[in-house]
């Protein structure tokens, strides 16, 4: 038998693929879910206990199938920028909501309800097609794939009409950006600024476009859809009873998704969700009856005074969104309301170092910190660079514990307020 190291990688994955599929295939079967289909009734959603074991498939999938692409071949999948035409022309008309589950519909029929040209109907969905979202029954006719179903929810589909409306044109603005702007740590400074020709940052300026508005909400509530970012992981993502009858103020909290979450889970704590004032404004109306009193809104700037007392403050997903100048006056402008022992908890992104992930992971990783630059000029921060910015803020506020959950891309960071 040859010796590891002289058996040719691509054998080496072929092998490896091969085991690892025949568990998972006979996990699947054990526990009664059909193998993985793009039939439209295929389910989209893979069982949590048998991530890594995915996560092991779709890496060395991925590395075998880039080793036999040459190059440009290469190159031109990750450019990819012809794939985001047909996305937008899909989720701009909502065609996936066109097409009825279990049927199908004509290209001459979506011609007719988009007011696009035939010719250019068949073009655009063959091209998607060719990317497995919609499958072509028979000639002509359109019909369901499980992606192109998945898109027929109205959120995701807004979802895609944020990616393809508002993140696609900034996007090929980051380059004009950092030239325009070298070393910008501002969040009107940015190629979303450039994008849309505008002084304002991305909240402020979308703000006043309800259309736009809702896309990106959508898009935020899409991101729940992300392995590792659902909020029913918050509950295990933190040991949330240890902190006994505790008061937590959710800065920045949106409209008390988490918040809701959490008390529903831990009869001990009471939450204060706390964001701008057009966010919080009639989130009373979500909040279920019998958690009432136990989930309360607060209109709070993030970089006013903090002006509550409580046992802990929890920042999920916020620092990503500023530089680290105006991260430091987020952190420092809590201090007037720390008592001795009161946690911050910020749940965020921890960049992973290159190969401690699944590389697929780390890429969505990589791709998202990239998006951040360009919305905010924020960024996913290594720990290190975690380490850093508590220090910069003030040197009371000391790393107690990060906590990776397993299979889950956010950390939670542990902070105790200390005297020093
Ligand atoms: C990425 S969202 C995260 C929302 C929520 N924490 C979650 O995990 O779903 C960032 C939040 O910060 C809030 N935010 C941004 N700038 C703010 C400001 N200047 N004052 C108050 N809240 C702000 C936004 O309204 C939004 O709810």
């Not at 027929?152 to 004009?176: H, K, L, Q």
């Not at 970012?229 to 909290?253: C, F, M, R, T």
């Not at 006056?329 to 960049?351: N, Y």
């Amino acid at each position: 038998m040859a010796s590891p190291s002289s058996t040719p990688r691509i054998v080496e994955l072929a092998a490896q693929i091969s085991s690892s599929v025949t568990e998972l295939q006979e996990r699947l079967s054990a526990q009664g879910i059909p193998s993985p289909s793009f039939a439209e009734d295929s389910p989209p959603d893979f069982p949590a206990d048998l991530e890594s074991l995915r996560d092991s498939v779709i890496d060395a999938t991925a590395e075998l199938n880039e080793l036999l692409l040459d190059p440009l071949q290469l190159l031109y999948r990750f450019a990819a920028i012809p794939n985001m035409v047909g996305i937008d022309a899909i989720s701009r008309y909502n065609i996936a909501g066109m097409v009825p589950h279990g049927g199908q519909i004509s290209f001459a029929e979506i011609s007719e309800r988009t007011g696009m040209d035939k010719g250019l109907v068949r073009r655009l969905m063959r091209h998607a097609m060719s990317m497995r979202i919609f499958r072509e029954p028979e000639p002509e006719m359109v019909a369901h794939t499980k992606i192109s179903k998945y898109l027929s929810i109205p959120y995701i589909n807004a979802w895609a009409s944020f990616e393809g409306r508002d993140t696609w044109p900034a996007a090929t603005r980051v380059m004009d950006a950092v030239e325009k702007w070298p070393g910008s740590e501002e969040p009107n400074q940015t190629a979303f600024s450039l994008a849309n020709n505008t002084d304002k940052p991305v909240f402020e300026f979308i703000g006043a476009y309800p259309e736009r508005m809702m896309r990106f909400g959508a898009g935020m509530k899409a991101v729940d859809h992300v392995p590792g970012h659902a909020p029913e992981l918050i509950s295990k993502d933190y040991d949330w009873a240890s902190l006994g009858n505790a008061s937590i103020v959710n800065v920045g909290g949106g409209r008390g998704q988490i918040a809701i979450e959490l008390a529903q889970n831990f009869e001990n704590v009471k939450l204060t969700v706390q964001d701008a004032a057009m966010m919080v404004e009639g989130a009373e109306s979500d909040v279920p009856n019998q958690l009432k009193g136990r989930v309360e809104f607060m209109k709070h700037e993030l970089f006013d005074t903090q002006t509550l007392e409580a046992d802990a403050y929890f920042f999920r997903m916020v620092f990503r969104n500023w530089c680290d100048k105006y991260a430091i006056q987020i952190l420092k402008a809590q201090i007037p309301a720390l008592r001795p022992g009161a946690k911050i908890l910020i749940q965020d992104a921890c960049m992973p170092e290159h190969d401690s992930v699944p590389l697929w992971r780390e890429r969505v990783q990589r791709s998202v910190d990239l998006m951040l630059k360009c919305y905010t000029n924020g960024r996913t921060r290594y720990l290190d660079e975690w380490k850093a910015l508590l220090a910069a803020a003030d040197e009371r506020f000391k790393l107690h514990q990060v906590f990776l959950p397993e299979n889950s891309l956010l950390s939670i960071l542990e902070i105790h307020w200390v005297q020093v």
